[in-house]
């Protein structure tokens, strides 16, 4: 199995940033790529960015583009993501995910989660 925790979520004012952080523990091994989930009140929960273990390819979804940053540390077993220049839009519960194949936007094909962390922007 593989544990997976969040820190970092707090409020900011828009233009502020914040950095999360997802540490994994337990089967490390078995994951080849992790990525951050988010979902406000009353929406479904979407892909906002993925990382393979490696670093070497990253993904993120448009409205991102440009002010987020996902990284990984496999040292610390730790992925996170840099979020600048946020928006009231960007409020929402953070939830990291880890996946034992090839990246995907798709929340079901991911296997472990972990139990999210609370982004709120105010305006």
């Known amino acids: 199995q593989v544990q997976l925790v969040e820190s970092g979520g707090g409020l900011v004012q828009a233009g502020g940033s914040l950095r999360l952080s997802c540490a994994a523990s337990?089967?490390?091994?078995?994951?080849?790529?992790m990525a951050w989930f988010r979902q406000a009140p009353g929406k479904e929960r979407e892909f906002v960015a993925s990382?393979?273990?490696?670093?070497?390819?990253?993904y993120y979804r448009d409205s991102v583009k440009g002010r987020f940053t996902i990284s990984t540390d496999n040292a610390k077993n730790t992925v996170y993501l840099q979020m600048n220049s946020l928006k009231p839009e960007d409020t929402a519960v953070y939830y990291c995910a880890a996946r034992s194949s090839a990246t995907s936007r798709y929340s079901d094909d991911y296997d472990h989660w972990g139990q999210g962390t609370q982004v709120t922007v105010s305006s």
């Open positions: 990382i393979s273990k490696s670093g070497g390819s990253t």
């Open positions: 337990g089967r490390t091994f078995s994951i080849y790529v």
